[in-house]
């Protein structure tokens, strides 16, 4: 028995493509089978699907380290060889030795109190609610000037054409990046995620990821540097000139953070629209309902994003000899909390497998809990709600007969890849002053 769900976990490492579109049934015999967590040896870690469990062990940090979030070491170490291989060719030196030094720095997503703490007393105020709030007109245009390249046609590709861009260009606005370098912005935002959820990457993608910090950080030092100078009201500034109590933040500490924010701020949430798409185009009752009565769409979005998380689940290693619910756990070992598995705890949620837009409470998980808390879910959270009223807007949308689902390559990250839907055409939104992103983006997954 445990074998055989240990086997279903390979398979998901491996990416197997039926796992990798339903986990949930593999998801709920983890739990059954956990008491209250189930040890697997395919992961090299402890697998959480228990929405209490998930919680008191992000409670813990002490205990519960972050200093591997997306990976065990076994599956670290491909990387790190393939790293060695690529130190060879001269032109990639000086990129290898800039990644072995930042692979010790640890911040945000990679640090433990009392340097996270730190960190985020100082970079919480770059996604501050007034901020965000003042954003929603630009949010609004940029979605506005997305649909309107599609609307009069009737039929779109929604991942491709609308929850890559929306995301992609807001994040590289808020960062300063000019229009026309979108397209580089989105190859690092890529490279960025190679490591992320694929158990064993290529040579020539390590290289590619190792080229693609190092650039990037040669990129943003400059821009860094000018905010530096000559701050404005915006969020580079911000993390250009974080501080806490007069302490600057590190220069390995900035970049980690932006190269964060472009990694973290851009497949989740074009996988959240994706999601939100997918639920319009396939329920047309919930569809008409919320074109209808659109003060519903904020629930809308919390209840998509409980039941398909776009984080999968993230490891925490332990700094010391522990239990789970009494099981001995040996310092060095792994759990993989998973949040989008503990959203669907039955004794955390009733009916969990219903999507119902008037859960109340809707205490999900999928922004993570805790001190690391989601530091972009507002971010998030907004273009989710322009996103889907830009989608209500769209008559009478519905999949379209030719979609086939398919799934991004991942086990940590889940989202799909496509999503292809017919609507009445209509015509172009408002007129936006902001021009639409360049077209060798638009073309980037094609
Ligand atoms: C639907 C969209 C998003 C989802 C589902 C999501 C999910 C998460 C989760 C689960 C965590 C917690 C990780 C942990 O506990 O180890 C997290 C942290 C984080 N997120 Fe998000 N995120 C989203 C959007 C964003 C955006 C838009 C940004 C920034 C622009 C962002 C930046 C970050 C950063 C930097 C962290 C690390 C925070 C820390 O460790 O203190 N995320 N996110």
Known sequence: MTDLLDGRIQRLLDRDEELLACPWPLFDDVRSA????????????????????????????????????????????????????????????????????????????????????????????????????????EVKSVSDSLVAAFAQRGRADLVREYAVLLPMVMISRMLGVPEDELEMFKGWSDDFAIPIGRARPSRDEVRSYIKSEYEFDQYFSTLVEQRQAEPRNDLISDVANAEVDGEPLTYEERMGALRQFLLAGNETTTTLLGNIGHRLATNHDLRDRLASSRDLVPAFVEEALRHEGPVTGLFRVATCDTDLGGKPVA??????????????????????????????????????????YCIGQGLARLEAKVGTNAMLDLPNVTLANE??????DSYILRGRTQLLVTFDPTHSPTESDNSPPSQELREHRE
């Open 34 to 137: 956990s008491d209250p967590a189930f040890y697997s040896e395919a992961m090299g870690a402890w697998v959480i699907t228990s929405y209490q469990l998930l919680r008191d062990i992000v409670l813990d940090p002490a205990t519960w380290s972050n200093r591997s979030p997306t990976a065990t070491y076994e599956f670290r170490n491909p990387v790190a060889e393939h790293a060695r291989a690529v130190e060879e060719e001269p032109e990639m030196a000086e990129a290898v030795a800039r990644f072995r030094s930042r692979s010790r720095g640890r911040v945000l997503n990679t640090a433990d109190p009392p340097e996270h703490v730190r960190q985020r007393r100082a970079l919480n105020r770059a996604f501050r609610p007034a901020r965000l709030r003042a954003l929603e007109p």
């Open 403 to 408: 979609h086939t689902d398919a799934f991004m």
């Open 331 to 372: 310092k060095g070992e792994f759990a993989w909390l998973a949040f989008a598995a503990a959203n669907r705890d039955p004794e955390a949620c009733p009916m969990p497998d219903a999507f119902k837009i008037d859960r109340d409470p809707n205490d999900h998980v999928a922004f993570g809990y805790g001190e690391h």
